[in-house]
Every structure is written in structure tokens, then in C-alpha cells.
């Protein structure tokens, strides 16, 4: 069986698409990072955190998950009350902000245009998603952020997309992690109050309980 890298390629040419996005981009911006982001966070993590895909301007600009677009304020200042961080988090990758037993990545690794990834694009990336997870040896609780981020971990974990319920704070079972659903802390969920910070920290704090749960309960 051949094994994944779970961290593309700088280069992956796997969508044309994005590609095609990041090849553009890359021209506007020649500072910028333009390419899939990187896993971020502490490789004996017991939390997973998957997003949808990087902002172009956020992780697509500086190379870090969640790091300098609007979502990451309200991620990272959550992970920081829980204990997930340490540091401060100053939407840089310099800020020297440590994430402690927890990971962030993302479902599809490549800025899509206007945050909307295809189908094929979600399916193209998910081996390194699977090989993302497999790669975490402790993990026990994954949260995904947002309906097309819990699909694609169902998926990457071998089951139907429907073997879970969807909504905020939705929980399941899977492949022997927990898995808890969140809205997306993007800024439209946000601004319209689809989801409050008290709602996101619920969702962190009940990621909190079951890893302090003794084991095989
Ligand atoms: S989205 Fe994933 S599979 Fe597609 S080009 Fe980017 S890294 Fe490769």
C-alpha cells in the first residue's frame, strides 16, 4: 500500500483549478505564501480542528491555518481560553503562538476561489486529510468547522458522509474519534450571529471534557 505524505507539496499540481488560483495569485502577490497551507500545531495532538479551505488573504497570505483573515481572531483567542495555545496570537506566523495538544488543518489545502471548493477538489485532497489524521497517533476528538469539513472527515475516515448528523455542536462517533461539529467561525456566521463566541467555546469546551475523560468512556 503506498503511503501519503500528509503534508502536500508546495508545488501540488493535483487541481488545475487551484492551481490556475494559486498560479494568479502568485503573480499579484509575489510575497504572499500561494500554496497549500500547512498543518499547524503539535504532532502528538489529541485535537484536530478542520477547516474548509484557506481565505485567500489569511492562510493563502501567510502560510498558517486561520492565521490573518477574520476566522482566526475568534479561533485562535478560543484556543488560547481552553488551552489548546499558548502565546499570543497576533495573525502572524512570527507571532510565536504555540498550539498545545491540538492541530489545525484544512479539508481542502489550496485557496479556492470566493472559499467554495468543488466536489472533485475535496475529493483530490482528502487522501492527505486521511494521511493528516493517520499521522496523529494520540488523537481522540476532532472538530470540524462547518458541514463540508465534517463530510470530508467522515470520508477521509472510510464512512458515508451521512453516518453523522450535521448542525452546531452536532456529535458522533467515527472510526473511534469523537467527532463535534461547529458552524464555521467565518466572518458571515459571525456577523449575523449564526454563531456567537459563546456557542464556539461551547463547542471547545465539550472537546475539553472527553479528553479529560479517563480513557474507554
Ligand atoms: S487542493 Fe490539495 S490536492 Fe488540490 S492542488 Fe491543493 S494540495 Fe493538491
Known amino acids: ?12 499540481p493535483i487541481c488545475p483549478r487551484l492551481v490556475a488560483y494559486r ?3 502568485r503573480a499579484q ?4 505564501w500561494n500554496g497549500p497551507a500547512p498543518s499547524f500545531g503539535d504532532p502528538a495532538a489529541r485535537l484536530l480542528i478542520v477547516g474548509l479551505a484557506p481565505g485567500r488573504t489569511g492562510a493563502n497570505r501567510t502560510g498558517r491555518p486561520f492565521t490573518g483573515d477574520f476566522a482566526g481572531v475568534l479561533l485562535y483567542e478560543t ?4 488551552g489548546f495555545a499558548a502565546g499570543r496570537y497576533e ?7 504555540r498550539l498545545v495538544d491540538c492541530m489545525i488543518t484544512n479539508a481542502v489545502r489550496c485557496a479556492p476561489p470566493g472559499n467554495r471548493p468543488e466536489t472533485a477538489e475535496e475529493a483530490a485532497c482528502r487522501p492527505f486529510l486521511a494521511a493528516r489524521i493517520a499521522a496523529l497517533p494520540r488523537l481522540k476528538v476532532i472538530v470540524t468547522l462547518g458541514d463540508v469539513a465534517r463530510r470530508n472527515v467522515l470520508k477521509a475516515l472510510g464512512l458515508k458522509a451521512s453516518a453523522g448528523v450535521g448542525g452546531h455542536g452536532a456529535r458522533c462517533e467515527a472510526a473511534g474519534y469523537a467527532l463535534i461539529n461547529s458552524y464555521h467561525c467565518s466572518r458571515l456566521n459571525t456577523n449575523t450571529g449564526r454563531l456567537t463566541p459563546a456557542m464556539f467555546e461551547a463547542v471547545f469546551e465539550a472537546a475539553r471534557g472527553l ?7
Request: net charge negative; glycine share 8%.
Open 1 to 12: 500500500m503506498s503511503r501519503i505524505d500528509p503534508e502536500p507539496p508546495r508545488d501540488c
Open 29 to 32: 502577490h509575489p510575497d504572499w
Open 211 to 217: 479528553l479529560e475523560q479517563p480513557s474507554g468512556q
Open 79 to 82: 484556543l488560547l481560553k481552553f
Open 23 to 25: 498560479g494568479a495569485n
Open 91 to 97: 495573525a502572524r506566523p512570527e507571532d510565536g503562538l
